[in-house]
């Protein structure tokens, strides 16, 4: 299956996607020693990518992996690669590993990390979904990787096998303790009473760039929410970097009227004029 994409930039370069190499021996590869950060790209324009480079410092410091080059030089080199690909619209990847390194767990001292980044084409709309609780995995709010985009993305890839086996387009992770963390690829909100909440980092939650954006415009608010709180919901959708999805039904059960909400349906034509 083709990619779609036509040239990357890999380590300072751009060069044609079919010649691009990554080492065998990249810890990237080996262990999933890395870290990624997706980006719309909206009218040739890769959106709030200062949020997304700052959360990718952030994440690299957290792991103790250099970052090679700073926010300027690679929103240069994301500008640089849009431009080579001629695509107005489309999916921004950074990919940041710790580049090669002997067998065993503990990271090279000198290490020399792998940047690599690539254009695709933008996914169709997404719409409305639903959605399914995960039975097989749940989300580790004790651990400081639930608040990094890590490339290891095993537990999201668990979650939607089974909900794909149960017939929904998505799933909800639980945490330890039992509560709503978020879906496997976004941050979960849901409205009731009137409010408009989103679970905190400290239970689970990926640190999203677009559920920032609705907390900083003043109409959400971080609190805990239980399964019984999101089937009882009037609304609930989903958000991450590339939109937002109405979350219709959750186990087979209607949230609120089983349609887009008032809510969501003014945060979904705000998203689209951004």
Known sequence: MSSGMNVVWLNGRLLPAEEARIDPADRGFTLGDGLFETIRVSGGTARHLDRHLARLGGSA???????????????????????????????????LTRGTGARG??????????????????PPPGGPVEAVIARTTRRNEHSPLSRVKSLNYLDSILARQEAATRGAGEALLLNSAGRLAESSVANLFIVRGGRLLT?????????????????????????????DELLGAEEAFLTNSLGLRPLLRVDGQAIGAGTVGAVTAALLKGIATE
């Open 199 to 227: 679970p905190p980092v400290a239970e689970g939650a990926l640190p999203g760039i677009r559920r920032a954006l609705i907390l900083e415009w003043g109409d959400a608010e971080e609190a805990p929410v239980s399964v």
């Open 61 to 95: 410091a957290l792991l103790g992996l250099p970052l090679p080059r700073g926010a300027a030089a690679l929103a240069d080199a994301a500008e640089a690669l849009i431009a080579a690909e001629g695509r107005a619209e489309g999916v921004l990847r950074v990919t």
């Open 105 to 122: 767990v503990l990271p090279p001292a000198d290490a020399v990390p792998t940047l690599l980044m690539t254009l695709a084409p933008a």
